[in-house]
C-alpha cells in the first residue's frame, strides 16, 4: 500500500501501470514503455507550449570536451566525481577526452561566446530537451536518481543586465508554477542556503514538493549565473555606448522527476490518478453487457459517445473481458473518466460516468454528456490539486528544537539566524536539509539565539 | 552557386540560413539553430504520425554494456571500429565498459526476450527517436556524416513467421515511401547486394536520393532480420501448439540524412526551397509602404490577412527594412509563399501572391486568398517533387562497360550476373558501388559475359 511502504508501492506502480521497465541491465538505467512514453510526451509537450511563448527550443552535442568542462572552476568542482567519460573511439584511445553532459552550460557558452555580439542580440532565450548523464554512486532509482536522465528540459538565457537575468529568473518561476499548477503538484519555493547553490550560479530558487513518505523531492531549479560564466566563457556584448560588456546569464531546468511527482503525489492503491491534461487516456468508454441486453444497440451506443467525445483521448474498450476487469485495468492506468453503457442506460438516454478522482458515479443524460465532462475534466485536476495542497499544508509543521524534525515527515519552520554554520548546525541535528527560507516570524536562532526574523525550510531530500 | 560547388554551397546555407552552427569544438558535432531545430521538428512530427498509425513510441537507454553488444558477432564486426566507449565515471574506471548506442538492437532485444512470452504478445513494433553515435573517421559534414547522430528514427518489429516480418518490412518501405513523397524527394528503391547489408541481417533494402553533385546519399534503410538476433537473444515465444519458437525480426532508420536531402535536392542559388507541410514559415505577409500609401490601411489589411490565414505558420514582417532586404531574408529560409499588399492591392481588394519554387507572381482577389493559397501549397510541392523526379530520371543511364560510370554523376545500370565477385569487380572499375538491382533487361555481365537479365545499380554514394 501506499501508505505503509511508498517505495514499493512506487516501483510495483511503474511496471504493473507500464511506465517503465526497471530490468535493463545497467544500474540507474531504464527504459520507457509505450504507455510511460505517451505520459511523458503529453507532459513535456506541455512543458514545451509554454516555454514557447518566449523560448527557442534548439539541441546542443551530448559530447562536450574535457578541456571546455574544466573551464569554470566552481562548476566543474560540483560535478568532476559525477561526469562519465568517453576516452575510446573503436580501438583508438582519444586525445581529448568527452564528457557526456551532465547539464549544458559548457556545450552552450561557447557559442553564445560566438553568437552575442551586440545588445541587439539580447535577449537570447533557448531550451533543450535532452539526455544528461550523472555517475551515480547512491541508490538509484527509476525518474528520480538516475544515470542517464533521459528528460532534462534545460533553458539558458542571456541579458544586458544583472536585474534583467533576476527578472527572467522571475519569469522562470511563474512559468514553473503554471506547469506544476496543470500538473496538479503543490510545491514549496525557496532560495536555496548558499552552500547548497548550483555550482557556478550567483543564487538558486528551487522548487520542493512532498512526497508520500515524508522526504522532500526537488522537482525544478533556477539559477542566476550572474557574470560567472561570462568571464570564463569570454561571452559579451557591445552596449549602446559602444563598450564591451560582460552578458548576465540564467538557467532553468526540469526532469522527469515532474512524472514522478505526478505518479506519487496524485495515485492511490489502485493505480495512477493522472491529470486529465496529461492522461494517455482521457475517457475509457466500456459497454456493459447483461443477459437480456441488445448488445448491439450498446455497441452502436458506445460508438456514437466514442465520435461525440473525440475531442479527447478516448478509447472504447469492447472486447469481451467482464467489466469489473476492466475496471481494474483501467484504473490502473489513471484514466479520468469512465463511461458505462448498458441496457438501462440505452433506454434512458443517459450514461453512468465515473470518475477516477473520487470514484463517484453519476448518471448523466447523453444530450449533456459533452457540457459534463468538460466540467468533469477541470473539477477533477481541482480535487487532485486541493487534496494535495492540503496533504503539503498539514505536512508543514513549525518546530523549536532542530531535534523535534528528527526521523519526522513532512517540511520543518524553524528560526535561523542565516549564517552558514548555524545552518550546517541545523542539519546536522535535525538530520534534514535547510532547503531554504520559509515565510519570517519574529524568534531566536535556534542555534545560537541571536534574534531573527528568518525562519529556515527543513526536508529530508531524495 | 549550387551546380558549381554543391559542397560549398551546401554548408554556407547551413550557416546563412541558420540550420546549423558548425562551429562546435569536436569533429563531427553541430548545433541545431533554433530555426533549423523547428524544420527538424516538423519533418519529425510528420515522421513519427505516419508511424503511429501502428508503431508504439518508447525510449531505451543510450548506454550498452560491451557484453551485449559484443554478443551478435556479425553485429559486432560491422560496428566496433565505430563505437565510442565510456570506460570512467568522475575517477573511477569503470568494471565494464559502455558503448554509446550506435544503432539499439542490443539495447532492445535483450528487454524483447523479457517482454514477448506468446504468440499473443505479437508482433511488436515500437519506434524511438534517439542520439546515436559513430566514431566516424571519414570527413565528418552536417547532417550527413556525423560523430553524433542527433535523430535517428529506428523501428524494431518481431513477428511469429519469416512471412510476417516480409511483410513488414514491404509495409516500412510504403511508409518511408510515403514519408519522402510529401518531402518531394525522388528515391531508388534497392535491395543491397548481400556485402554491403546490415550487420546480422538477413536482407537490407534501401532508399537512395542524387544528391546535387551527382552521389547517391543513403536516406532510408530497412532490415529483414530473420531469427538472427533471435537465436542470440533468445527471444522466443510459445505458439498455439505450445511449442517455442524464435521471432522473425525487422528494424528500419531514417537519420537527419532527410534533413539533408530536402535541402540539398530542393534548394537553389537564393537558398532553401521547402515543402510547405514542414516549412517553419508557410507564409510571409509584407506590407509594401510607398511614398502615397496610407501606411496604416496597409498595416491592418495585413493584419486581417494574417487572422485569415492563421491555420497556416503566418509571419507579418512589418519592420522598416526595405521590401526588398526582406524578400532576400525570407527567400532563404524557403518560405513557400509570399503575399505583398501594397496600396495598390488594397484599393483592388487583391493582394500579390508570389510562390518561392518559381518565383511567379499572381494578383489574388483577397475574396479568394484562402482557396488559391491551399491551392498553391500543393502546387509547390508537386512542381519540387516533379522537378527534383526529373533531375534523378536524367541521371540515371544505361552503361555497357563499368568505365563508362567512372569520373561521372548520377546512377548507372549495367547487366550483372548477380555474383559477389562479378559485383566487386564492378565496383572497382566503375569506381562507384553496387546500391542494388536496377529493372530487369536480357544482357550479358559487364564482367563475366555470362547471359542475365540483372542489372545493377551503381552510384558513388556519402
Redesign the interface.
Known amino acids: 500500500m501506499k501508505s505503509d511502504n511508498f517505495s514499493e508501492w512506487f516501483n510495483e506502480l511503474l511496471v504493473d501501470a507500464k511506465i517503465m521497465?526497471v530490468?535493463?541491465?545497467?544500474k540507474g538505467?531504464?527504459?520507457?514503455?509505450?504507455f510511460g512514453?505517451?505520459l511523458?510526451?503529453l507532459t513535456y509537450d506541455m512543458l514545451r507550449s509554454l516555454l514557447d511563448r518566449e523560448h527557442?527550443?534548439?539541441?546542443?552535442?551530448?559530447?562536450i570536451?574535457e578541456n571546455?568542462l574544466l573551464k569554470e572552476s566552481e562548476h566543474i568542482k560540483g560535478f568532476?566525481?559525477?561526469?562519465?567519460?568517453?576516452?575510446?573511439?573503436?580501438?583508438?584511445e582519444l586525445e581529448v577526452?568527452?564528457a557526456?553532459r551532465p547539464t549544458s552550460e559548457t556545450?552552450i557558452y561557447?557559442?553564445f561566446s560566438?553568437?552575442i555580439r551586440s545588445h541587439a542580440d539580447l535577449p537570447i532565450r533557448?531550451y533543450q530537451i535532452v539526455?544528461t548523464?550523472r555517475?551515480e554512486?547512491k541508490h538509484t532509482r527509476p525518474l528520480i536518481r538516475l544515470?542517464?536522465i533521459?528528460s532534462f528540459k534545460e533553458a539558458h538565457t542571456a541579458h544586458t543586465s544583472w536585474e534583467e537575468a533576476k527578472k527572467q529568473t522571475e519569469a522562470a518561476v511563474a512559468l514553473y508554477k503554471e506547469f506544476y499548477d496543470r500538473l496538479g503538484i503543490p510545491y514549496v519555493v525557496s532560495r536555496r542556503p548558499q552552500w547548497d547553490r548550483f555550482p557556478g550560479a550567483n543564487y538558486t530558487i528551487a522548487f520542493d514538493t512532498l512526497m508520500p513518505d515524508g522526504k522532500s523531492l526537488q522537482i525544478g531549479t533556477i539559477h542566476h549565473l550572474s557574470t560567472n560564466f561570462a568571464k570564463t566563457f569570454d561571452i559579451t556584448y557591445e552596449d549602446r555606448s559602444g563598450n564591451q560588456q560582460y552578458v548576465n546569464q540564467t538557467c532553468y531546468g526540469i526532469s522527469e522527476r515532474c512524472i514522478a511527482a505526478v505518479i506519487s503525489v496524485h495515485g492511490d492503491d489502485k493505480g495512477l490518478v493522472l491529470p486529465p491534461e496529461v492522461a494517455p487516456t482521457q475517457i475509457v468508454i466500456i459497454p456493459i453487457f447483461t443477459a437480456q441486453a441488445n448488445s448491439e444497440a450498446v455497441l452502436k451506443a458506445c460508438n456514437e459517445l466514442k465520435h461525440q467525445l473525440s475531442r479527447y483521448r478516448v478509447v472504447l474498450d469492447a472486447d469481451d473481458t467482464r467489466p469489473g476487469a476492466k475496471f481494474y485495468k483501467w484504473e490502473k492506468q489513471g484514466v479520468p473518466v469512465r463511461i458505462e453503457v448498458g441496457p438501462r442506460d440505452i433506454s434512458k438516454r443517459a450514461v453512468t460516468l465515473v470518475r477516477r478522482d473520487t470514484g463517484k458515479k453519476e448518471v448523466v443524460e447523453r444530450s449533456k454528456l459533452q457540457a459534463r465532462v468538460a466540467e468533469v475534466m477541470t473539477e477533477v485536476l481541482n480535487t487532485i490539486a486541493e487534496r494535495a495542497q492540503a496533504v503539503l499544508r498539514s505536512h508543514i509543521v513549525a518546530i523549536e528544537t532542530p531535534e523535534q524534525a528528527k526521523g519526522k515527515k513532512g517540511f520543518f519552520q524553524i528560526s535561523w539566524c542565516g549564517s552558514e554554520s548555524c545552518g550546517l548546525q541545523l542539519q546536522e541535528l535535525s538530520e534534514a536539509d535547510v532547503l531554504g527560507e520559509a515565510e519570517p516570524i519574529e524568534g531566536r536562532c535556534a542555534v545560537c539565539k541571536t534574534p531573527t526574523n528568518v525562519r529556515a525550510f527543513l526536508a529530508r531530500p531524495y
Chains 1, 2 share one sequence.
Open positions: 521497465d530490468r535493463y541491465p545497467i538505467l531504464y527504459v520507457w514503455f509505450p512514453f505517451t511523458r510526451k527557442e527550443e534548439t539541441y546542443f552535442p551530448l559530447l570536451p571546455e568532476e566525481e559525477e561526469v562519465f567519460w568517453v576516452t575510446r573511439g573503436g580501438s583508438t577526452p568527452l557526456l556545450a561557447p557559442m560566438i553568437w533557448i539526455n548523464f555517475y554512486t544515470r542517464e533521459t
